[in-house]
Every structure is written in structure tokens, then in C-alpha cells.
């Protein structure tokens, strides 16, 4: 693939093409493609293959008196700390852009994809946070966490908020697409990674028990593998790394990097959950 190809692959991800569908005789929502292909959601369908026990346990908690209202002001306070780092993302990409178009300065990496200078990244990123609009009250404290984690790690932004699909069945969106470029601990920063990028926020993250932790994470590592896979079967770009950000009310945020090895693994594992889903609903119809 071309470097033209690879970007316009990319580009193509960077809007929804699927039909929704909330009415469907299979049950829950499903999308469609023109060429009348189905997909289920990724996370439709990490919620259906999870143990009989994370099932349980989540049936008992909506059951709880006040859980709906709960759940909801979650969902809220995770759409306004998603909303304000795509606002930056996007803002900060079309002023970098613009800057390195001007300049000329883009320089084309070995994957194949455009990047400009990391410094004119990270002037973009600073303007774009002075501008942006103040995240709510109740989700300015992962807003702030989530935010100044982008701004100190970042070196160039490929894509925010792109969708994938995947001929096995599914499809989903995923938060972004990074180069990232993690402290070792000294004064001196790795060499950045193109990183597939996951935004979490979570109020109960430092009350669950380990087990729970644990379980939350195996979730959201094979939902990365979701992603990895669409991402490759959209554009060929084979994604080195992955960060799960999962962002308190307060303080940074808990970063989870996947290696490649790690990132194919839940590549696997998510496949075979679609397998699973697709088999159980079979039985069901």
C-alpha cells in the first residue's frame, strides 16, 4: 500500500459508514454495511461472552435501588471527558496539519503514515487545551486527568474517534490513534510508539477488588484487540502498542500499555469471544 493509500485508508475510518439499526430481530442494536454485511458492536459483544459470574454480579447491581440513575450520570460524565479530548485531538491535528502544510515540513515514517514535526504536535496540543471548552463539574476532574496525560505523551495524532469493522462480525470506534512516547522514568522519554489509544473513566476504579480490577482490564485488553484487528483490516497498518488510559476523579489516570506481543494475543482472544457470541446466538434464534 502506498503512502497515498495508507493515509486515505486511515482517512476513510475517520467517519461512520454503517447503518444502526435498533430494531432488529436478533435482539440489541446491530449495524449494516451497503453491501448488506452485519456487524455487532464490540462491546455488545465483550458484555455477551463475559463470565456467568461478571453477569451476575452487574444484574445485581442494576437491580440495586438508585443503580439507574447511577449508571446514567456515569455514562454522562464518560461522554463529557470523551467529548473534551476529541475537541482537543481534532483541534490540535487540523493546527498541526495546517502548520506542516505551510512549512512543508511532514515527514513520512516506515508504517507509511504522515507525521509533522513533533514540536509543531505539541504547540498544536497546547493551543487547542487554551481554547477548549471547560469540561462539566462532574466530569472536569477526568477531563483534567485525561487531557494532561494526551498533552505530556503525545508527539503526533493520526486519528480521533475512528470507526472499524472487521468481516468476522463486528464493529466499534475507538478513542484514537497516537504516537506516544512514555517516561522511562528519568529525564529521558522512550522513542514514540504508534499507540491505539482507549479513554476509560471509572468512579469505583480504586474500591473494586483485585479480582474485579483484573476482570475490568481483561475486557478492556480484548476490546483493544478488537480494535487493533479492524484498524488492520481498514488501513494494513500493523499497531505496535496499545494504551488503556483509565482516568480518576482525581490524579493521573491508570495507564495499561499492551506490547505487540500482548496486542496480538487479545487480537485471539477477541476472535474467539466472536466465535463464542456468534455460536450462543445461533442457539438462541
Known sequence: MTVLERQNALAKLRSWNLRRDDESDE????????????????????????????????????????????????????????????????????????????????????????????????????????????????????????????????????????????????????????DIAISDGSSHKKQPVLTCCDWKTSKASIHQSEEQKLERLHNYRHQLGAYSLGLRHGTGLEVPQAAIVLARRTGAPEVTLMGSEELREAEEAFLERVERFHAELGAKL
Open 27 to 178: 435482539g440489541g442494536r446491530l449495524y449494516w454495511d451497503e453491501e448488506g454485511n452485519r456487524y455487532f458492536s464490540v462491546t455488545r459483544i465483550l458484555g455477551a461472552t463475559s463470565p456467568e459470574h461478571q453477569k451476575q454480579r452487574l444484574q445485581s447491581w442494576l437491580e440495586r435501588p438508585g443503580s439507574e440513575l447511577e449508571r446514567s450520570m456515569a455514562a454522562q460524565r464518560g461522554t463529557d471527558a470523551h467529548n473534551h479530548c476529541e475537541y482537543i485531538l481534532k483541534t490540535s491535528s487540523k493546527l498541526a496539519r495546517q502548520t506542516a502544510n505551510k512549512r512543508n515540513s511532514y515527514r513520512t515514517g516506515s508504517d507509511g503514515l504522515e507525521r509533522p514535526p513533533t514540536a509543531i504536535t505539541r504547540w498544536a496540543l497546547n493551543k487547542a487545551v487554551e481554547n477548549a471548552p471547560k469540561a462539566s463539574w462532574s466530569s472536569s476532574g477526568y477531563a483534567r486527568g485525561l487531557r494532561t496525560w494526551i498533552v505530556e505523551n503525545t508527539t503526533c495524532i493520526h486519528a480521533t474517534e475512528f470507526s472499524i469493522s472487521h468481516p468476522a462480525g463486528f464493529a466499534g470506534s475507538c478513542d484514537a490513534l497516537l
